[in-house]
């Protein structure tokens, strides 16, 4: 059972550093033609396996002397050294879960407070979602979830654009709305907010939040003007000199490539691999733990 343990041990790291560095590597490459969903799939289930590895790894060294010991009960079995791993896998799950809540509860506050802060400092435009237009020179553009959801753009936004390009930007924020993009990224930032000395937690939360930004694109191109679309993200990205709000250039190009060529038809292929991926990937850990107690 210890060489189980050490087994999902390294799985864990495995999971931890090099395949979050890979596998965002590969992903990068594939941005302009590859499906975001396959992406963020694939994501989810990596911290999902990385988690279960460790918090089984904690399990296995933990219960190692029953296996010698049979016959024996739980308490007369284990020494107090036996319970510091099990302890510790239990402690890492409610940590995990905790976080998670926190993390959500926390993301809840900020939107009703940046929800009411709009309310003061910036002009009603109408538009369904609502449409809150702020006074500044930046050339800015997001989404507030909660409710109906609110959308807000600039002046200096409105400024730069025509009307079309306007609504391509309208419309993928509204896509962030409906989808409710927020809740894909919530996981990951509770992860990297819990262990933000792994690789991993910060290489996740960057490639979802990409994918994310790919996902509204491809939900958008259906409403709008594919060539207003890029001359919008071009202007926008050529305007985000001193923007106190963080920019992506390389990932701004990524986005005008894709636009410039037709989406492929077939993501229900990809989707369907990247989820039989993940459930493979996640269904390790435990069934290693559960066959190893099984048949010893």
Avoid at 278 to 290: H, S
Wanted: net charge positive.
């Amino acid at each position: 059972m210890t060489v189980v343990g050490l087994a999902l041990l390294l799985l864990a790291a495995v999971l931890a550093w090099p395949v979050p560095v890979r596998i965002a590597a590969l992903q990068q490459r594939d941005r302009r033609t590859a499906d975001p969903v396959a992406s963020i799939i694939v994501w989810q289930a990596i911290g999902l396996a990385g988690g279960l590895s460790l918090i089984s790894a904690c399990i296995a060294f933990a219960l190692a002397p029953l296996l010698s010991r049979p016959d024996g009960t739980l308490v007369q079995t284990l020494r107090w050294w036996n319970w510091v791993p099990l302890i510790a896998g239990l402690g890492l799950l409610l940590l995990l879960l905790a976080s998670l809540a926190w993390e959500a509860r926390k993301a809840q506050r900020q939107r009703i407070r940046h929800r009411e802060m709009l309310a003061l400092v910036s002009r009603s435009r109408g538009g369904q979602p609502e449409t809150r237009v702020i006074d500044t020179q930046h050339a800015i553009a997001y989404s507030v979830s909660g409710g109906e959801g609110t959308t807000v753009i600039s002046t200096g936004l409105l400024e730069l654009l025509d009307e079309d390009e306007r609504e391509a930007v309208l419309a993928h924020e509204r896509e962030h709305l409906r989808f409710h993009h927020n809740l894909l990224t919530l996981p990951f930032a509770s992860w990297h907010r819990t262990l933000p000395f792994l690789p991993a937690a910060s290489t996740a939360l960057e490639s979802v939040s990409a994918a994310i930004e790919v996902m509204a694109d491809d939900a958008a191109r259906g409403s709008v003007s594919e060539p207003a679309f890029a001359r919008a993200l071009a202007k926008v990205s050529n305007g985000q000199d001193g923007s106190p709000r963080d920019h992506d250039a390389r990932l701004t190009r990524v986005r005008i490539e894709r636009l410039a060529q037709p989406l492929d038809p077939d993501t229900v292929r990809p989707r369907i691999r990247a989820t039989l991926y993940a459930v493979c990937l996640v269904a390790v850990p435990p069934l290693i733990l559960i066959g190893t107690i099984i048949y010893s």
